[in-house]
């Protein structure tokens, strides 16, 4: 059973950069179909996908958050992870990694961590 | 970039009740379409991708349909455990946006 675990600091401070990573287990990270994709929700704006990373390193960001976003994927240790640059209080959110799965049909998130919340307070 | 809608934003029903909920993209996405469900505290799920392919295990009152702008997920015979919020996804081109939701209550 795949399962994904996200994890990093949950208590920024304005400005500061948000590092998290998502550890994958039961399943190998390195596949041609799967996109993996972090999202993101609060109770004003509800889920909104961040991007995706791909075995090979491609990523590809939502454009509103592109400036400040990086991700990196590190395939030896199932891990891939999201930096998000200069946190302000609206980055405040519960932060989910999943996997994207693509086939001929399009694009889905089957599997998905718990999330882990993020507060961005001074 | 697409804007998806959903509507109702909730909705009340009783244990047998036959609900549907409808989302709507803002311009034509084929059936590049998902629907997710959403429990408190927990991670949505997967229920239904490519506008009505159901996913494996998910039981079979969950179905759904549509293509183009218009979409829809339908309960037939609501379960205790189905009381949840839902949600669709636009799977067309990115960023893959999500509909704000329909909460389904008592």
């Known amino acids: 059973q795949v399962q994904l675990q996200e994890s990093g600091p949950g208590l920024l401070k304005p400005s500061e950069t948000l590092s998290l990573t998502c550890t994958v287990s039961?399943?190998?990270?390195?596949?041609?179909?799967?996109?993996w994709t972090w999202i993101r929700q609060t109770p004003g704006k509800g889920l909104e996908w961040i991007g995706y990373i791909y075995y090979s390193g491609n990523a590809l960001y939502s454009p509103s958050l592109k400036s400040r976003v990086t991700m990196s994927i590190d395939v030896s240790a199932s891990q891939f992870s999201l930096t998000l640059s200069s946190v302000t209080a609206t980055d405040t959110a519960l932060y989910y990694c999943?996997?994207?799965?693509?086939?001929?049909?399009?694009?889905?998130?089957?599997?998905w961590g718990r999330g882990t919340p993020v507060t961005v307070s001074s | 970039d697409v804007l998806m809608t959903q509507s109702p934003s909730s909705l009340s029903a009783s244990v047998g009740d036959r609900v549907t909920m409808t989302c709507r993209a803002s311009?034509?996405?084929?059936?590049?379409l998902n629907w997710y469900q959403q429990k408190p505290g927990k991670a949505p799920k997967l229920l239904i991708s490519a506008a009505s392919i159901l996913q494996s295990g998910v039981p079979s009152r969950f179905s759904a349909s549509g293509s183009g702008t218009d979409f829809t997920l339908t309960i037939t015979g609501l379960q205790p455990e189905d009381f949840a919020t839902y949600y669709c996804q636009q799977s067309f081109s990115a960023p893959f946006a999500f509909g704000p939701g329909t909460k389904v209550d008592v």
């Open positions: 999943a996997r994207g799965v693509v086939t001929g049909t399009g694009y889905s998130l089957d599997y």
């Open positions: 039961g399943g190998s990270i390195r596949h041609y179909s799967y996109y």
């Open positions: 311009q034509d996405m084929n059936s590049h």
